[in-house]
């Protein structure tokens, strides 16, 4: 089942819908991007495939998907350097290019759900680390993923699996 949603362009609010139910959700500062470049704080617009989920065992105690899952480490990163070979790819920190820490002490990452952005194939510049997470509380804008609040983050993950996708559209 596709996880949909929609927002108008320049909103960093939009809605998602899984079926007959729908879930608010946070997405990138500048909103919605048809053509996504690393940096720019846009979500990308199109369809990726669910990948896999990456969670924190330490906060989350029971999960119930059909994505391969694997808790996060803390030596977890993402690697959001264009200029490096392991450019939108999980590396173990230290790292010597620029990533991202994904053992974080906020509960962001407590879920992250790995979608199919620029990774088959990889191309430099085009936007990495592109995920489903937790939103903040105030519902903060992301710097291009799509954030959740944690229980509907949950409901959707136990609704999908490597067969479906998340669908970006602009309204």
């Not at 500062?29 to 989920?53: H, M, N, Q, S, Y």
């Not at 790292?95 to 991202?100: G, I, K, L, N, Q």
């Not at 992250?112 to 620029?118: K, L, P, R």
């Not at 995920?131 to 903060?140: E, S, T």
Request: hydrophobic share 40%; proline share 8%.
């Amino acid at each position: 089942m596709d996880l949909i949603v929609t927002a108008p362009m320049g909103e960093t609010r939009g809605v998602a819908r899984l079926g007959d139910r729908t879930f608010d959700c946070a997405l990138g500062r500048a909103g919605l991007v048809a053509d996504k470049r690393e940096g720019d704080g846009g979500t990308p617009i199109c369809r990726f495939p669910f990948r896999r989920l990456l969670y924190r065992a330490d906060r989350v105690a029971r999960i119930e998907t059909r994505l391969p899952a694997r808790h996060i480490e803390r030596d977890d990163g993402w690697c959001d350097d264009p200029a490096s070979p392991d450019y939108n790819k999980p590396v173990r920190l230290p790292h010597p290019a620029r990533h991202e820490e994904m053992w974080l002490e906020t509960p962001l990452y407590d879920l992250v759900v790995v979608i199919g952005h620029n990774d088959d194939p990889v191309v430099p510049g085009a936007g990495s680390a592109v995920f489903l997470h937790v939103a903040r509380d105030d519902w903060g804008p992301t710097a291009g993923c799509i954030a959740f609040q944690r229980e509907d983050l949950l409901t959707i993950l136990s609704n999908v699996g490597v067969s479906d996708a998340v669908v970006i559209r602009a309204i």
